[in-house]
């Protein structure tokens, strides 16, 4: 357990160390305008802080963030937590609407937003009664009480006493992802994220103060904030940032122009890359290892991958509400097609629905407990119950764990089937489906025949240049289920559909496939 004094701001430990002990001069950031150095981040996240103060806002009041990944997220996000201000960074995809809805539910003081991304918030930001200030980093624009952020942190002094906040005071939100409807209000403290690099980052990770690392998961994103700002920052190594939706082009360009050494991704991704003909040996020569997290990792991803690139993916799972990956698979230890082993520093349990551990290789709801778990969802006292109880939080993950000790995942618990009464993973049928050469991508959720029984249906994005599938097709991949699982587990309808309904942050939206 990582100790911490009385008085303890995380942003001191992430920032201020460095420079202290002389890595000033260590690149901490770089992104397609330059490099930014410990030195110069430490100043401009002072600079922050004092600005974002000059303006009213007092400790622990929320400045909820639209920011794009680059320089100024960072700045942003460690500057307000320094002045001891709850940022709030949020998913940059979001329509209109949404956004009223996350400054009205956070009542928020202050937005910050990127330039490109105002259109969005512009007819929105009169609605919001708390909301006092919108900034706008990397260009000016024409919005009501808009300011620009550059010329603001320009008058002010390079130099800030962090805030004295405690290590369990709240240090930000995150909003959770929305894969099985409406977003929740997660809140973080200041020693969760040090604790998150301590025991994934260094225990399992392996991060170094050499390591490059690129996250194609964003900054907003729980997985993609430890990957990127969190665990670099916690050992001095550097961090490429990617404004735009990372494609396959993108993320060879930014292995071609910086060389990563550690490359965190999603599923989806990993699976798109390997389609893609750029993606060389070569391509891939500076990775050392790859994680991968949002959802499982099918195994025949991980195993093409390891042929083809010479390295291995981490696979695990992490939650908003743990902040990052408590179960995962491990250098020299990897078996694909499972999450892996806990991650030391949690403990797991699979309970039935009865709330009592199952016995070994039965399936069971996941449990975890772990020194990163939230301190509740914002005004969302129910919730708040039956998510967390006590030191254990119920992730709504289904498992089960060998003699080994390895959790293979097999959905979650609001997406299971029951089909001649016996429960099925959709989680199992899709990952069996894109094994078939033809498939990119699969969902399975459950839908009612002519009698009312409910049975799998199965929607496919297909490989290649979006032509129409091949007569037969239909009949052939639930042939082929049927040859790689039990019968009663192949999808009875196949609907063949040009992309699947996701979070920003990888996740299948089942929910949206069901009716």
């Not at 910050?112 to 708390?130: I, Q």
């Not at 002010?156 to 930000?172: G, I, L, Q, R, S």
């Not at 909003?175 to 409406?182: K, L, P, Q, R």
């Not at 990770?205 to 907003?220: H, M, T």
Request: charged share 25%; hydrophobic share 40%.
């Amino acid at each position: 357990m990582v100790e911490f004094p009385r008085r303890y701001n995380a942003v001191t430990d992430l920032v201020d160390r460095h420079v202290d002990e002389g890595r000033a001069d260590r690149i901490a950031f770089r992104d397609d305008t330059g490099v930014l150095t410990y030195g110069e981040l430490r100043h401009r996240v002072c600079k922050a802080a004092h600005a974002l103060t000059a303006l009213g806002i007092e400790p622990e009041q929320r400045v909820l963030m639209i920011v794009q990944d680059t320089f100024d997220f960072p700045v942003v996000f460690l500057g307000a937590m320094r002045a001891g201000m709850i940022p709030i960074p949020v998913n940059t995809l979001l329509p209109p609407a949404d956004y009223e809805l996350l400054l009205r539910d956070s009542r928020a003081r202050a937005l910050v937003v990127s330039a490109p991304l105002v259109e969005r918030v512009r007819d929105v930001v009169e609605k919001v009664p708390t909301l006092r200030h919108v900034l706008v980093v990397g260009a000016t624009a024409d919005i009501a009480r808009c300011e620009r952020f550059e010329p603001l942190l320009a008058r002010m002094p390079d130099a800030h006493e962090a805030f004295p906040t405690a290590p369990d005071d709240v240090a930000f939100w995150l909003y959770s992802s929305g894969s099985t409807g409406a977003p929740k209000g997660v809140l973080h403290l200041h020693a969760h994220l040090m604790r998150t690099a301590t025991l994934y980052g260094r225990g399992v990770l392996g991060i170094r103060e050499d390591d490059i690392v690129f996250s194609a998961a964003k900054l907003f994103f729980a997985y993609g904030l430890g990957n990127a700002l969190t665990f670099p920052l916690a050992v001095g190594a550097s961090s490429v940032l990617l404004a735009e939706r990372p494609t396959p082009a993108s993320v060879l360009r930014i292995f071609r122009e910086h060389r990563p050494t550690i490359y965190c991704g999603v599923p989806t991704l990993f699976a798109t890359m390997l389609a893609d003909a750029g993606l060389t040996p070569e391509a891939a020569s500076s990775l050392r290892i790859s994680v991968s997290a949002g959802e499982a990792l099918p195994r025949h991803v991980g195993e093409t991958w390891r042929q083809r690139m010479g390295s291995d993916i981490l696979d695990g799972i992490g939650s908003t509400e743990l902040l990052h990956i408590f179960l995962s698979n491990r250098p020299g230890d990897v078996r694909y097609g499972t999450s892996g082993k806990p991650v030391p520093g949690y403990e797991l349990e699979l309970r039935g629905d009865d709330g009592v551990p199952v016995a070994t290789g039965e399936e069971g709801a996941l449990w975890v407990r772990g020194p990163s778990g939230a301190a509740g969802y914002w005004n969302q006292r129910e919730l708040s119950l039956s998510t967390f109880h006590g030191p254990w939080t119920r992730t709504g993950d289904r498992y089960q764990c060998d003699a080994e000790g390895y959790f293979t995942y097999l959905g979650r618990s609001d997406d299971m089937l029951k089909v001649g009464g016996i429960w099925v993973s959709p989680f199992e049928v899709e990952s069996a489906l894109v094994e078939h050469d033809a498939v990119l991508e699969a969902a399975v959720v459950g839908h009612a025949d002519a009698d009312g029984l409910v049975k799998p249906k199965a929607f496919v994005v297909l490989r290649g240049d979006g032509q129409p599938p091949s007569d037969g097709l239909t009949d052939e991949l639930k042939a082929f289920i049927k040859r790689k699982l039990a019968p009663y587990k192949y999808p009875r309808w196949i609907e063949f559909v040009s992309e699947l309904p996701k979070t920003a942050t990888g996740k299948i939206q089942r929910f949206r496939l069901r009716g």
